[in-house]
């Protein structure tokens, strides 16, 4: 049997495949896409998790809520395509596949975010290497459609620009990869949106929390985790110092 960090990162990347090609097909219309994205990569992930693990509950944002989960000593947490709508616009990078492992009485302790369209998978397998900023601008990735306004009070506080990115996985690990120094979200997300970013970018040694600067936890009955913040050690104080105020 496989370890954890490394059965995460291969089931990641086994879905990534999966997605990519589906959207070779040139066939399918741009919603069908996602609806098929959504369904095909939820169902190989699931398939292949319960091959490794049958006892292991899963939360999926495209599966219905297993509530055995609560009382479960390990739960998988997916998000089988994040970012659906940068999936299923033609040249676009930046969605995601999440693959994490929730343990009773530890919380996250394996995962991995795959980026298909990079052909990249970022895991606790082996934990990514924090690169140097540089003498580049300082960067806060948000989201393509909707900044939070928090988002801007960090940027002006710490001198920063704002990077608009698709998928919350692939605005994690642009944080991971020393594209951008923070992530933050306000607003409204789930336990799956965050859960295999979280834990890739806490293993690169990244600071992970909410707004309040309280750990991020999961596998709850409620799956509603609406905010987060993912930032570089060094920036940390500069960030919670807006994020809490």
């Keep these: 049997m496989p370890d954890d960090h490394h059965a995460a990162a ?3 990347e086994s879905a990534g495949r999966v997605l990519l090609e589906l959207r070779d097909d040139a066939t399918r219309p741009a919603w069908a896409l996602g609806d098929a994205g959504d369904a095909v990569a939820n169902r190989h992930l699931i398939e292949l998790i319960r091959s490794d693990h049958p006892d292991d509950p899963i939360l999926s944002e495209e599966s219905a809520d297993d509530r055995r989960r609560l009382d479960a000593d390990r739960v998988w947490i997916i998000d089988p395509l994040d970012g659906t709508r940068e999936y299923t616009e033609p040249g676009r990078r930046d969605w995601a596949v999440h693959v994490a492992l929730w343990q009773r009485d530890e919380g ?3 995962g991995a975010v795959a980026l298909p369209a990079l052909d990249l998978v970022l895991s606790t397998g082996v934990p990514p290497v924090l690169p140097e900023v540089g003498d580049r601008p300082l960067r806060v990735v948000v989201s393509r459609s909707r900044a939070p306004a928090v988002a801007r009070r ?7 620009e ?3 990115l698709g998928s919350a996985g692939a605005k994690t690990m642009a944080v991971v990869r020393g594209e951008v120094d923070a992530y933050v979200h306000a607003g409204g997300q789930y336990e799956w949106d965050s859960a295999a970013p979280a834990v890739v970018a806490h293993a690169a040694g990244l600071h992970t929390s909410r707004l309040d600067g309280s750990p991020l936890e999961y596998n709850r009955s409620d799956p509603w985790l609406p905010d987060l913040v993912v930032c570089r050690p060094e920036l940390r104080s500069q960030v919670l110092a807006v994020t809490t105020a």
Excluded: S
């Excluded at 960090?154 to 001198?159: F, H, L, T």
């Design 10 to 12: 291969r089931y990641a």
């Design 108 to 110: 996250l302790v394996a």
């Design 154 to 160: 960090v940027a002006e506080a710490i001198g920063a």
């Design 162 to 164: 704002l990077v608009a």
